[in-house]
């Protein structure tokens, strides 16, 4: 009996640590150290380096933003995650956000200009025609999106939703004289979860206490002409936030939504995946802690 009672004795000091530690503005600051000269090589599935380094905070609408630089910078908008590669960020009394609005419109255009660009090569391909340029279309993005991107709340709970992003984007497509194509109105509504703790490894070293979030993506659509079509399958990503150092991985399978949202087309693109793990960093300290 007396065992017991210390276990659970155990169990309750735990879980106060625990929701002290997340539940106060101030601690959960240490998941995200931005020090000047602090920086991060990240190296994906196939060998390329991301390194991140901490710059000066930068004010936007009268709010001060934690910054950072990206080496390489973004030149394929097609491959920016904007979970991992804020260019600013904020730490406030209820929520973590990145400030990714302009960002987020320029990736989802660019995803759609690549499926659109695949979508007329893939009609050349099987059409029956012996005018492969009559598939040539002209196409129009629009896209709408929040300015921030919700990357987790204060205080921290495990295994509750909240909505992290919306997108709205608008496609057009028709032929060089206007005639044909049609419009496709994609709705994204993505969530965000904290699924628990992990101890996580990676090159740069074993880092516990990771926080597990994941973050899922629903689509709707609506086209016009109207079909029946079912939505693409969600994408997810999911970070790994060790304390006192940051992101130390990253995954990613994202889905394209165009091309797997035309029922007519013989096949189902294959989604993209992106892996990404910490394989050296420096955390410098901070002068305001001492």
Same mark, same amino acid.
Not at 23 to 29: A, L, P, R
Not at 143 to 152: G, I, K, P, T, Y
Not at 166 to 191: C, M, N, Q, W, Y
Not at 213 to 219: A, C, G, P, Q
């Given at each position: 009996?007396?065992?017991?009672?210390?276990?659970?004795?155990?169990?309750?000091?735990? +879980? @106060?640590?625990?929701?002290?530690?997340?539940?106060?503005? &101030?601690?959960?600051?240490?998941?995200?150290?931005?020090?000047?000269? @602090?920086?991060?090589?990240?190296?994906?599935?196939?060998?390329?380096?991301? !390194?991140?380094?901490? #710059?000066?905070?930068?004010?936007?609408?009268? =709010?001060?933003?934690?910054?950072?630089?990206?080496?390489?910078?973004?030149?394929?908008?097609?491959?920016?995650?904007?979970?991992?590669?804020?260019?600013?960020?904020?730490?406030? $009394?209820? $929520?973590? &956000? +990145?400030? #990714?609005?302009?960002?987020?419109? =320029?990736?989802?255009?660019?995803? +759609?200009? =690549?499926?659109?660009?695949?979508?007329?090569?893939?009609?050349?391909?099987?059409?029956?025609?012996?005018?492969?340029?009559? +598939?040539?279309?002209?196409?129009?993005? =629009?896209?709408?999106?929040?300015?921030?991107?919700?990357?987790?709340?204060?205080?921290?709970?495990?295994?509750?939703?909240?909505?992290?992003?919306?997108?709205?984007?608008?496609?057009?497509? &028709?032929?060089?004289?206007?005639?044909?194509?049609?419009?496709?109105?994609?709705?994204?509504?993505?969530?965000?979860?904290?699924?628990? $703790?992990?101890? #996580?490894?990676?090159?740069?070293?074993?880092?516990?206490?990771?926080?597990?979030?994941?973050? $899922?993506?629903?689509?709707?659509?609506?086209?016009?002409?109207?079909?029946?079509?079912?939505?693409?399958?969600?994408?997810? !990503?999911?970070?790994?936030?060790?304390?006192?150092?940051?992101?130390?991985?990253?995954?990613?399978?994202?889905?394209?939504?165009?091309?797997?949202?035309?029922?007519?087309?013989?096949?189902?693109?294959?989604?993209?995946?992106? !892996?990404?793990?910490?394989?050296?960093?420096?955390?410098?300290?901070?002068?305001?802690?001492?």
């Amino acid at each position: 009996m007396l065992k017991r009672f210390r276990n659970v004795i155990t169990l309750l000091l735990v +879980f @106060s640590f625990t929701a002290g530690l997340l539940g106060d503005e &101030s601690k959960i600051v240490q998941y995200f150290p931005n020090t000047l000269g @602090s920086y991060w090589v990240y190296k994906d599935q196939d060998g390329n380096e991301l !390194t991140r380094r901490a #710059v000066e905070d930068e004010e936007v609408a009268e =709010k001060t933003y934690h910054a950072f630089s990206y080496e390489p910078t973004v030149e394929d908008w097609t491959g920016y995650a904007y979970h991992l590669q804020p260019f600013l960020y904020q730490i406030g $009394k209820e $929520k973590v &956000s +990145f400030l #990714v609005g302009d960002e987020v419109k =320029k990736t989802v255009k660019a995803r +759609f200009a =690549k499926e659109i660009k695949a979508l007329i090569e893939t009609l050349k391909r099987i059409a029956p025609t012996e005018d492969p340029s009559s +598939f040539d279309m002209d196409h129009d993005v =629009k896209v709408e999106a929040l300015d921030n991107f919700q990357l987790l709340p204060i205080p921290v709970t495990f295994n509750e939703e909240w909505d992290a992003m919306r997108i709205k984007a608008t496609v057009t497509l &028709s032929d060089p004289e206007g005639e044909g194509g049609g419009v496709a109105h994609f709705t994204i509504s993505e969530t965000g979860n904290v699924l628990g $703790k992990e101890t #996580v490894e990676t090159p740069a070293g074993t880092f516990e206490d990771c926080l597990k979030i994941e973050y $899922k993506t629903k689509t709707e659509i609506l086209l016009s002409p109207p079909t029946e079509t079912d939505p693409p399958g969600e994408s997810i !990503t999911t970070l790994w936030l060790a304390p006192n150092v940051g992101i130390v991985k990253f995954h990613r399978k994202v889905e394209d939504m165009l091309l797997n949202s035309i029922p007519e087309l013989p096949f189902k693109s294959a989604p993209t995946i992106k !892996t990404l793990e910490l394989t050296k960093y420096k955390i410098e300290p901070d002068d305001s802690e001492e």
